[in-house]
């Protein structure tokens, strides 16, 4: 009995108030975000997709427990927990299979609808932001903790996994003051989880498979469709998946072949590399007007300030960054936040 929290981690009352303070101020930013989204869309828009969107994988694959604190959907989903309100249902493990399943083909399904609708429509992404949290909030009203949505249907999640796979810092858990085995394995106290780490159902396995095996063509396919202002046959519409998918099944098929070969481990430290290498090797230059597509995705237009070999040299040093740090940096397997006692062992 006095070893079963030995690894428990105590919390000062002054460090959740940090992270409450950090929560709330974070939370109101993406208030304001989604007012600006719906009131002044270009705005919104720049400060969403151009701002926010690309700076998100860095923070999760440098210290995914950061954000994992901070997320202010998941601060909204957790809100009836905190209060008391919640039903606190269990999940099986076959469940949480299904909604991890479900969150990686909702990713699927709408990243390649930024093109069409997300990226040029602040409105549309305002309506997805809210309707997302009402779903967020409501499992969370049935289910205890962060088994619904943080860790279940969230469709941030199995990025999270993928690109958390070498977390540097743990953190202090700003969410659970105990812990009641909301969901197994637990992917904030677990060291060195990844999408992989449970596949005791056929839902997890596709779902693995899906995210590190197919994550980096998906992301390479998607970099090459431009955006439309509007869809006006079903070609167009095809096309806004095809070279996706496309991708998606290429690295996917190129995963479970050198799986045979390669260590498992090893091989998901690549692919994850791969895939957040081959996200800013093609969004920095777009950030910054060297898109392949000229203004889609453009915060700023630096075109005729910066050369265009200067954005090449920071795309390539984020690549060697990212392999250097997921796949060659030797580490300890590191949970991303810390665990609390269990809630009938205190």
Excluded at 200 to 212: C, E, F, P, Q, R
Excluded at 263 to 282: D, E, G, H, P, R
Excluded at 320 to 338: N, Y
Aim: proline residues 6%.
């Amino acid at each position: 009995m006095a070893n079963f929290n030995i690894h428990a981690e105590k919390i000062t009352p002054r460090t959740i108030l940090f992270w409450r303070i950090a929560q709330i101020v974070v939370w109101l930013t993406g208030v304001f975000i989604l007012f600006n989204l719906i009131f002044r869309p270009k705005l919104g828009i720049q400060l969403f997709w151009n701002v926010l969107i690309p700076v998100a994988p860095l923070l999760l694959v440098v210290g995914v427990g950061v954000w994992r604190n901070i997320c202010p959907m998941a601060s909204f989903a957790l809100f009836p927990r905190h209060i008391g309100i919640s039903k606190r249902k269990k999940i099986t493990i076959t469940q949480t299979g299904k909604l991890n399943l479900i969150a990686v083909v909702f990713l699927l399904i709408v990243v390649p609808l930024r093109h069409a609708i997300f990226d040029t429509n602040g409105l549309a992404t305002a309506i997805l932001i809210l309707s997302l949290g009402a779903v967020a909030v409501t499992t969370s009203f049935f289910y205890e903790w962060k088994s619904a949505w943080c860790s279940g249907l969230c469709p941030v999640h199995p990025v999270e996994k993928l690109y958390g796979v070498k977390n540097r810092i743990s953190l202090p858990n700003a969410h659970c003051e105990a812990c009641h085995r909301c969901v197994t394995p637990c992917p904030d106290t677990t060291p060195g989880i990844h999408p992989l780490s449970t596949e005791k159902t056929n839902s997890h396995k596709i779902a693995g498979l899906l995210i590190v095996g197919g994550f980096p063509g998906f992301i390479w396919g998607w970099f090459q469709i431009p955006d439309y202002q509007e869809i006006t046959d079903v070609t167009q519409l095809m096309n806004l998946y095809l070279l996706p998918l496309s991708g998606l099944v290429i690295t996917g098929a190129l995963f479970l072949i050198l799986k045979k070969f390669v260590k498992k481990q090893v091989l998901i430290t690549v692919f994850s590399a791969a895939s957040v290498s081959c996200y800013y090797w093609f969004r920095i230059p777009a950030l910054f007007g060297y898109g392949i597509y000229p203004g889609d995705g453009m915060l700023i237009d630096l075109s005729g300030i910066l050369p265009e070999w200067s954005l090449t040299l920071a795309a390539i040093t984020t690549t060697i960054f990212f392999f250097w740090w997921v796949v060659f940096r030797r580490q300890e397997a590191t949970r991303w936040v810390g665990r609390p006692v269990y809630a009938d062992k205190r």
